[in-house]
């Protein structure tokens, strides 16, 4: 790892200064180890904060029975990356290279650094997340992916652990040699694919998305008595912004999301019209360091956790997650999103996965090197899409029904491509019939003007095309409008406040239920934009301490 990010290797693995040290005493304790000694294990839940005052301390990745370096901590460098906050189980091996003294401190107590020493905390998390990024590019893990890219399943758990930051090693069944070996040793055969191997011990067929995140150690254990604060439903721009107010402003959070943070915006290949990135950012890296700000002031984050049911007829509220268990919650924020429409088409399931994608990350890039692809809508995500699959596609084929893309894509998008050499716009169009034999392979779609049917050799379809909020879950719970949106604050009608036990009327963004609140897409006539969702997870905090004090 230190040799591909040899030139990041000074902020990876800062030395700390003896001053800084010495602020760093009171809140740990000595510890003299022998060479030799385990200070911590892979797969361990909680391990501690590890700073060398003498000796050195080696870093390895167990991988089967065997052991590969990754760096020496010498005097004045630590232990430690994003796992630290999050409370995810480390994806190393530490051991003393010889006789060492440390400086040993227990998670909270480096919380409580990276919280109130603005010096060390940008020293540490710079480090921390410079650590993962080299783990998540070399594969340094601990779990074995083993699948096709010709299946539905295996691209949905790549891009589960890719969005979710977790460092895998994947082998393809068509291109990887020593796979049938791997196979064999395990007992798998070809049709129980896609494969989840955990620390080379535990194998899951086919696995959800839970399994996968419970077998990784990826979520914090949830006490089903404890009242939180506030529980967030949602982590996408909105959900992560409410997060990381309410945290650093003391409440108790907890965060639920069913897949991946980010949301929508977490599958963007580059937002260039947020403000403070000039140069734009992925989704997927905004919600990367939104989540490390939630964590750094103490927000939970829970992943692959649905919600099912909102109860709320009583307070404190309940969410229900699929599988049964409840948390319960003082405020709820309702921050689920919305997902795209899926086009009307009889082969369309049997294609998804396999050929027609809803999101388009390194992940899917990766399946359409050098082919045609197809990009159905008009917004900023389908626009963001054409331009990022335009570098390593043949070609890009954007489709529209309307006239063009004026009134619904930002003009730097539009430039790009009208600009774009390998893409074509293709106006008033609509795809009628995907057809395969097992996979995609060709698509038909009809030009309105002309009233012509055409096919493509195809076999790749990005669907970006609408908005379903998702709201599934509240059943009635609380008041939305014709398309199921969440209504809030003046929107909430007369009719719709004939439960609500208060003087006062509904705050901006609360619904009809108190202390009940929606922000971002998933809110009704909410600006699909993601500096708006922001936006509002913000503003929300403020109305949430209202409510608390009521």
């Known amino acids: 790892m230190a040799k591909a990010w040899e030139n990041r290797r000074e902020q990876m693995f800062p030395r700390f200064s003896a001053a800084q040290i010495e602020r760093l005493r009171s809140l740990g304790e000595c510890r003299h180890v022998t060479a030799g000694t385990i200070v911590f294990e892979q797969g361990d839940a909680t391990p501690n904060f590890n700073v060398v005052i003498s000796g050195s301390l080696e870093i390895v990745q167990p991988v089967d029975g065997r052991e590969e370096p990754i760096t020496v901590h010498s005097p004045g460098e630590f232990t430690g990356e994003t796992n630290m906050l999050s409370g995810r189980r480390t994806l190393v091996r530490c051991r003393a290279r010889e006789d060492s003294d440390l400086l040993v401190m227990t998670p909270e107590a480096l919380r409580k650094v990276v919280q109130t020493d603005s010096e060390l ?7 921390f997340i410079l650590r993962r990024v080299a783990l998540i590019a070399e594969g340094r893990g601990d779990a074995v992916l083993i699948g096709s890219s010709h299946s539905a399943a295996t691209l949905r ?6 969005r979710n930051g977790q460092p895998h090693a994947y082998l393809d069944v068509e291109k990887d040699p020593g796979v049938q070996a791997l196979l064999d040793r395990f007992q798998v055969e070809i049709h129980e694919i896609p494969v989840v191997i955990c620390r080379y011990e535990r194998v899951l067929k086919n696995p959800t998305n839970e399994e996968v995140a419970d077998c990784l150690g990826l979520n914090p254990a949830m006490e089903p008595a404890q009242v939180h604060d506030l529980v ?3 982590a996408g721009p909105a959900g992560l912004a409410a997060a990381i107010y309410g945290a650093s402003e003391g409440l108790d959070v907890l965060v639920l999301e069913s897949h991946a943070p980010g949301g929508q915006a977490g599958s963007s290949s580059k937002i260039e019209n947020y403000l403070g990135f000039p140069t734009g950012i992925s989704g997927q890296a905004l919600a990367g360091r939104a989540i490390t700000q939630a964590q750094k002031f103490g927000a939970e984050i829970a992943i692959a956790r649905s919600a099912a049911m909102l109860r709320c007829q009583q307070r404190p509220y309940e969410v229900e997650l699929a599988g049964g268990s409840t948390v319960k919650a003082r405020t709820v924020i309702i921050a689920t999103g919305a997902q795209y429409r899926k086009i009307e088409l009889p082969e369309l399931s049997r294609f998804e996965g396999n050929g027609v994608y809803y999101g388009a990350t390194p992940v899917e890039a990766q399946l359409c090197e050098a082919e045609e692809v197809i990009v159905v809508g008009g917004g900023n995500s389908a626009g963001q899409a054409a331009v990022f699959l335009s570098n390593g596609a043949r070609h890009v084929h954007v489709m529209v029904r309307g006239k063009g893309l004026t009134d619904t894509m930002s003009r730097y998008l539009i430039h790009r491509i009208e600009v774009g050499k390998n893409i074509t716009l293709r106006p008033f169009t609509q795809i009628t019939a995907l057809e395969g034999d097992g996979r995609l392979e060709r698509v038909r779609f009809v030009d309105s003007r002309k009233n012509e049917t055409m ?19 509240l059943q009635r719970c609380v008041a939305l409008d014709e398309k199921g949106f969440v209504k809030t604050g003046p929107d909430v009608t007369q009719e719709e406040l004939t439960s609500w036990p208060l003087k006062r009327p509904p705050y901006l963004l609360e619904t009809n239920r108190p202390g009940v609140f929606a922000v971002g897409d998933v809110r009704s006539n909410s600006v699909k934009r993601v500096a708006s969702a922001v936006g509002e997870g913000s503003i929300s905090i403020q109305l949430i301490h209202r409510v608390l004090a009521e």
């Open 121 to 127: 905390s940008e020293i540490l998390l710079r480090a």
């Open 157 to 162: 758990i790549r891009e589960f652990l890719t």
């Open 232 to 234: 967030v439903v949602g």
């Open 455 to 473: 096919t493509l050799p195809v076999r790749h379809v990005f669907l970006m095309t609408g908005a379903l909020p998702n709201t599934e879950w």
